[in-house]
């Protein structure tokens, strides 16, 4: 029997919600080392034998319903899963999800939780319905706590903490290095971590410029671009195409990655562009200067929580634009570095706050 059910995006080699999982059960179980977890993932077995729990897979509903009926309580996180933007299928699952807990009798929490937008009208009386019936809910941002506002979620205890991921902490050597030098970047080269995904607005020459960038900061300041997929491999092909349009040499890390591995390798980058969110989150955990490419205004929201006001919106991208903030972003670097530090401090001690409001809710259980 289970102490606690994580559901989320899990078993699907996004980066993000892998590093999300890793967090939040390192941060319970050293608060608790006793909790016993089941994961509803994708990839059940992979899952199991990465994080040490016990999982089942998120479309097994007969399996999910007897894992609620023995479990104490749901943990629902964390990132930005409760929206229709994406699609509404993936949004009633996750409701269906928290409702089937709720009538199972357990006690339900939403765990640093990014919300919204929800955009259709029958799905945002839904969530709001279900919503209404958790009985806690910390987020990451505080627009996220406007959302909910406007929805008229009001009757559980909602608190602005912050994301998971910025208490994970790597302080051991892992194989990031080895990763590095098999992708082929040479012996003592800087480098800067690129993040892309596909994004259906982008502006249409988005490769071309994000070439032209590439290009850019490796003949003029001699950094290597080395492409790291936040979701594998999704994230490899658009980036195979950019290096497909670049003149100067760009590396691909072509595998996926645990979560350690991706820390390890950005670790020892000089900056980071990063498209999706985990990757700025990993650099702020990292205290590495970085300049966003904004396909979602949750990017922005993270950026201007953490000072760093270098964003780029993706669906209007040109290449003075963005040499002209990778300028910026190199000769404000050590200023940069050390409010990142400042705010690092702040947003580990709040995203903390998330295991001792589950545990609180877990001994009312």
């Known amino acids: 029997m289970s102490d606690i059910i994580i559901s989320g995006y899990h078993g699907f080699s996004n980066s993000g919600d892998e590093a999300l999982l890793w967090a939040i059960l390192d941060t319970l179980r050293k608060k608790k080392p006793d909790i016993a977890f089941t994961v509803l993932s994708k990839t059940p077995k992979e899952t199991a034998g990465e994080y040490s ?6 479309y097994n509903l ?7 009926k023995q479990a104490k309580m749901l943990l629902f ?34 765990y640093a939780n990014g919300i919204g937008p929800l955009v259709n009208k029958k799905n945002r009386k839904i969530a709001a319905k279900i919503l209404n019936k958790v009985d806690i809910i910390t ?4 627009k996220s706590d406007e959302e909910l506002r406007a929805l008229s979620v009001t009757k559980p205890k909602i608190v602005i903490t912050a994301d998971p ?4 902490d790597m302080t051991e050597s892992l194989s990031g290095g080895y990763f590095i030098r098999r992708a082929g970047v040479p012996e003592n080269t800087p480098y800067a971590v690129i993040s892309v995904r596909h994004w259906k607005n982008s502006a249409p020459d988005f490769e071309e410029t994000m070439a032209s960038l590439c290009d850019y900061m490796a003949k003029t300041f001699g950094i290597s671009p080395l492409f790291v997929p936040m979701q594998y491999p ?7 195409s950019i290096m497909g349009k670049m003149k100067e040499k760009a590396y691909l890390i072509d595998r996926n990655l645990s979560v350690p591995e991706v820390f390890s390798i950005l670790s020892g980058a000089s900056f980071i562009v990063g498209m999706r969110l985990h990757s700025l989150i990993y650099a702020t955990t990292l205290e590495i200067p970085a300049m966003a490419l904004v396909y979602d205004p949750k990017i922005t929201a993270f950026m201007e929580s953490v000072s760093q006001s ?4 993706v669906e209007t991208l040109t290449a003075t634009d963005a040499k002209a903030r990778l300028d910026m972003l190199i000769v404000e670097q050590e200023a940069r570095k050390q409010k990142l530090h400042e705010a690092k401090v702040v947003l580990r001690q709040k995203a903390e706050e998330n295991a001792s409001y589950a545990l609180s809710l877990l001994e009312e259980a």
């Open 53 to 58: 729990v016990k999982s089942i897979s998120r």
């Open 62 to 68: 007969f399996h999910i319903i007897r894992e609620m």
């Open 77 to 110: 996180g964390g990132g930005s899963l409760l929206q229709d933007v994406t699609s509404s299928k993936s949004l009633l699952y996750y409701l269906g999800i928290i409702a089937l807990a709720q009538k199972c009798g357990i006690k339900t929490m939403l």
């Open 139 to 142: 987020l990451r941002d505080d």
């Open 165 to 168: 991921a910025f208490t994970i």
């Open 234 to 240: 999704h994230d490899s092909s658009i980036a195979k």
């Open 310 to 313: 270098l964003c780029l919106n």
